[in-house]
């Protein structure tokens, strides 16, 4: 009769190995992993800014203008809720239908859940706030912002304060970015070249994201539009360009293509003369070269 041979199983301290490699292969792989989702979302997000560039570039070549940050008949604050560069080009992002269902003789953004419609186009997969954004009247979010140049509106100053305390200034009627109160700027005023020059940025929930309906008032630019002067660098709190990508921010240039900025890049105070590197991107017509960026 044939005796069977007993089976050997793995000892305590076998298993204990096996599960100590497991435990150090998970570790090693993890942040492979998660490199390779964030590069991915990064990409998605360049894609994003790729399709604006498309956008934008037609409704130039319909109007012979870049779309206005924001119309109003008056640069005064109040809430009055205008329409904003990311309306204008939505005829050119397939969104032809819900364009034509907007009243622009009266600009109320109202019924409110016309302008809660998601856009997967206006959103960063990065960015984990809501698709309405509570900080800005619950209208529905962006995470791209039009350039307003490498000055501030006048309400944002050091000390949460304007040198008008405690009224309400008037908003800028000329910057010398691409985007603000009834801007229509061409590429004929690119003077700086298409190349160098913003268009677009990124803007996420550290800085209160967007809303792509356009501005509750006058005085609630950065709904629609952001700024580079001196102390709003990226990602370096509420009033900048800011991005949940690791590093920096990904911008959109006039000649459509998309880079991705470094927080680093050289920014401070300076006049036309001395401006710095991420102050000249945003200036149209400064007539400064510009370094490697």
């Known amino acids: 009769m044939t005796q069977l041979r007993p089976t050997r199983g793995f000892t305590l301290i076998e298993l204990l190995v096996v599960i100590a490699l497991i435990v150090v292969l998970t570790a090693l792989c ?21 399709q604006f560039g498309l956008a934008l570039h037609n409704y130039h070549d319909s109007s012979r203008v870049f779309p206005p940050g924001w119309t109003q008949y008056h640069p005064q604050p109040g809430p009055e809720t205008r329409f904003g560069w990311a309306v204008f080009v939505l005829p050119y992002l397939d969104q032809v239908r819900l364009y034509k269902q907007f009243n622009f ?15 997967a186009v206006y959103r960063c997969p990065e960015d984990p706030s809501p698709d309405n954004n509570s900080q800005r ?4 979010t962006m995470n791209y912002s039009g350039n307003f140049g ?4 006048p309400r944002w100053m050091a000390n ?17 970015g691409l985007a603000f109160l009834n801007s229509r700027v061409a590429v004929r005023d690119i003077l700086d070249g298409t190349s ?27 709904d629609q539009v952001t700024d580079c002067s001196p102390g709003h660098e990226i990602n370096s709190g509420e009033a900048g360009f800011s991005s949940r990508h690791t590093g920096g921010a990904n911008f959109l240039f006039c000649d459509g293509t998309v880079r991705f900025l470094s927080e680093k890049i050289e920014s401070g105070p300076g006049d036309q ?11 149209r017509a400064d007539g400064n070269p510009i370094a490697e960026f």
């Open 196 to 222: 160098n020059t913003l268009l677009l940025g990124e803007r996420s929930v550290t800085g209160g994201a967007a809303i792509w309906m356009g501005v509750r008032g006058n005085e609630f630019e950065t």
């Open 160 to 176: 949460g304060s304007t040198e008008f305390w405690p009224g309400q200034a008037p908003t800028l009627t000329e910057t010398n």
């Open 105 to 119: 003789q009266t600009q109320r953004a109202e019924p409110l859940n016309l302008f809660q419609t998601r856009f």
């Open 273 to 283: 003369q001395q401006m710095k590197t991420y102050q000249k991107l945003s200036h």
């Open 137 to 140: 009247g619950e209208f529905g």
């Open 30 to 50: 993890l942040p492979a992993i998660q490199h390779a989702r964030d590069e991915a979302r990064k990409a998605q997000c360049q894609n994003n800014l790729k």
């Open 150 to 153: 490498p000055v501030a509106p």
